[in-house]
């Protein structure tokens, strides 16, 4: 008969087990799990099975091994995951893609009832319809102020109604209607709260960005940049082209001024000294009313004569002459 380990030995265990995960793995995902059965974890375990490993336990403890880790190796990288180790947490370790494991994970969310006292995640609303409830039990109904009528031995909801608000706590009335109909309005599943890789944590929102959603917050910045650099005068290689063409602008303002020329800016003085220079493509107003004219009605070409053709009577009739 094997010999169970102590309570000393386990946390031996569970921390050279998890030191072992913070060696390995670079990407962590930390998890919510609050309201998740026993089932539905192992459902998870075995989807992320090949490339992630789920590790629960007591905060204290993976804060405890977590620090003394640090301490050992020198790698302070993974310090900032303890001010996340808060409530009923978890760790998802993995080598995969963040954001394949966070939409593997979404997965495997299960219905459950309104139980009382918990507090409501999302609005519940009872649709209208029939009920399947024999009359005698209108007294649910008119205790939350639902409008009911009996249709056909039932009671059937009017209208829909909205009996517990998110944020708010399940009531015993409203915990006993929902379970009379039959509706599970909560759905229950690890929650990715904060995301680990590589000695940094951002929000899991970062892992929906697309490429086009970086490009434009790439210009943006490099949008902001630029103003800042022309705003101080400060150079950086965004602004320097900018900078560059109101250099130019201003030499060319002052050679336009002065006397005082470059070859760029003689182009511009020749023009302002005989701007009909220019204008050799530009048709003239006279011209363009021609061309309207000829477009407008063209010239009728002569057309000769010709002969008529012999009408159908004619032939017919020289046969019989």
């Known amino acids: 008969m094997a010999i169970k380990p102590s309570k000393m030995q386990k946390k031996v265990l569970y921390d050279q087990k998890l030191c072992k995960l913070l060696d390995t793995y670079t990407q962590i995902l930390i998890v919510g799990a609050d309201n998740v059965g026993s089932n539905q974890l192992q459902s998870i375990r075995t989807g992320l099975r090949g490339d992630s490993v789920i590790l629960m336990g007591k905060n204290t403890m993976m804060k405890r091994s977590i620090r003394i880790h640090a301490e050992n190796t020198g790698n302070t990288s993974f310090l900032p995951l303890i001010p996340l180790l808060v409530g009923n947490v978890g760790l998802i370790f993995t ?91 909560f759905s229950y599943g690890l929650i990715v709260q904060s995301v680990f890789e590589n000695g940094s944590v951002f929000d899991p929102q970062i892992l929906e960005l697309t490429e086009d959603d970086l490009a434009i917050k790439f210009c943006m910045g490099l949008s902001n940049v630029v103003s800042f650099s022309l705003a101080l005068n400060y150079p950086t290689l965004a602004a320097a082209p900018h900078m560059f063409i109101n250099g130019y602008k201003n030499l ?67 046969l019989f002459d």
């Open 252 to 318: 060319l303002s002052i050679a336009l001024a002065t006397d005082y020329s470059f070859p760029l800016a003689e182009k511009f003085k020749e023009y302002l000294k005989d701007p009909s220079k220019f204008a050799v493509g530009v048709p003239s107003a006279a011209s363009a009313a021609e061309s309207a004219t000829a477009l407008a009605d063209p010239p009728k070409e002569e057309r000769k004569e010709e002969p008529e053709e012999e009408s159908d009577e004619d032939l017919v009739s020289g």
């Open 95 to 185: 080598k995969g893609d963040l954001k394949e494991v966070s939409d593997e994970v979404s997965k495997y969310k299960v219905g459950a009832p309104a139980r009382v006292g918990l507090v409501a995640p999302v609005d519940v609303v009872v649709p209208p319809g029939n009920t399947g409830l024999d009359p005698s039990q209108t007294s649910f109904f008119q205790v939350l102020n639902i409008p009911t009528k009996i249709n056909k031995g039932t009671v059937e909801i009017i209208t829909p109604v909205e009996i517990v608000k998110k944020g708010d706590k399940v009531g015993s009335s409203e915990s006993a209607l929902l379970a009379k109909l039959g509706i599970k309005p």
